[in-house]
């Protein structure tokens, strides 16, 4: 009778842990099942070491600012051509960052389009809204790079890149030249992006002169 | 010993069943802490039945299209006033089922914000780009109103609505008059949305006459 009862309890001490166990696993796969939906590893895919894979889903992402003739001269090309829609959207994990810190993480990854402004639709025929795809490029924070950010064009619809190598030479001096002296954080122009400006001005993140 | 071998059977059989219970507790607990990260449940939520709750985290929501000038108006009001910015954002899975169908599903909720204006801003001194929230309204598509949708407007910055009643009366009957005759998808305007037109082009859902 005592080595019957004996295993019994052996037999119910390890009927106990199974349980444990089979809960602990049946939990890891509820999470992990959850996880998986949620938008986890949104950061920067490369090629080649450094060529930037595009992001397919980047109009989920959230939207930072649009602008309208807001291109990178200083004046607009031709007052005959109509002026472009730009748009910029971010990496939902950099996006939740910079509202914490008024900084941009490591991998974050910013998405610019240009996109045809077009006019003369009812109910409003003077305004301006969205057309086509016209030009697509990136922004990467990524410390590999020199000055830690990385610079990125996929090219016109038609003939768009899926990995784009990073700009080099003396094109990629002037984007940092232009992203370093005429950017409110960091090398971002975040004075286009009215609620993260916010946040940037709540955090003292805001170059001085912004 | 065999009372004694009794309560120890016991005490372990319950110790099991207690550590089944903090497992399963757990469990449920980090299931449901990842769900609340997750963007389930982003329709709309009303108090005292039909008044929308404003959504916090909207700006984080996929952004449709923006225009500039783009008012309810036939002709921009004052050609001496700054034309202002409209943004538009969707909840996520109604953003996802659109993908899917080209038409909107029950519980689809558009924001729709106004911005002011902003120019002469180095780099580029002409071209314009988004400011100060002015405005924000919001058309959410719920089968209990009339015709299947409903209008809210929150108002404007420092006297903003945190829950709106749905929009009533005469006003109402523009609202649904121009959301009728003007709009490219059920009553959305999806010709000012580029990406979804798309979509809608090929599910073959657009209105004729887009």
């Known amino acids: 009778m005592p080595y019957h009862e004996t295993g019994r ?12 166990l089979v809960a602990l ?5 509820v999470s ?25 889903d980047y109009r989920a992402w959230p939207f930072l600012g649009s602008g309208l003739g807001l291109t990178y001269d200083a004046e607009t ?10 748009n910029v959207f971010v990496n939902p994990s950099a996006y939740r960052a910079f509202l914490q810190t008024g900084t941009w993480p490591d991998g974050t990854v910013l998405l610019l389009e240009f996109r045809r402004s077009l006019t003369g639709t009812r109910p ?12 697509l490029e990136a922004e990467v924070k990524d410390a590999r790079f020199p000055g830690g950010w990385a ?27 232009c992203h370093t002296e005429h950017t409110a954080v960091e090398r ?19 170059k001085p002169g912004f």
């Open 9 to 20: 309890v052996a037999m119910m001490r390890r009927s106990g842990l199974l349980c444990l």
């Open 25 to 29: 696993v049946w939990a890891g796969a």
């Open 32 to 56: 992990h099942a959850v996880l998986a939906q949620a938008p986890a590893g949104d950061g920067p895919r490369y090629v080649n070491g450094t060529s930037l894979v595009r992001p397919e």
């Open 77 to 86: 090309a031709a007052p005959s051509t109509p002026p472009a829609f730009s």
């Open 124 to 135: 409003n025929t003077t305004g301006r809204f969205q057309g086509e795809l016209t030009l």
């Open 151 to 177: 610079y990125f064009t996929f090219g016109r619809p038609g003939a768009m890149l899926d990995a784009a190598p990073p700009i080099g030479g003396e094109e990629v001096e002037r984007c940092i030249e």
């Open 188 to 206: 971002t122009f975040v004075q286009f992006y009215p609620t993260l400006l916010e946040v940037a001005r709540a955090r003292g993140t805001v």
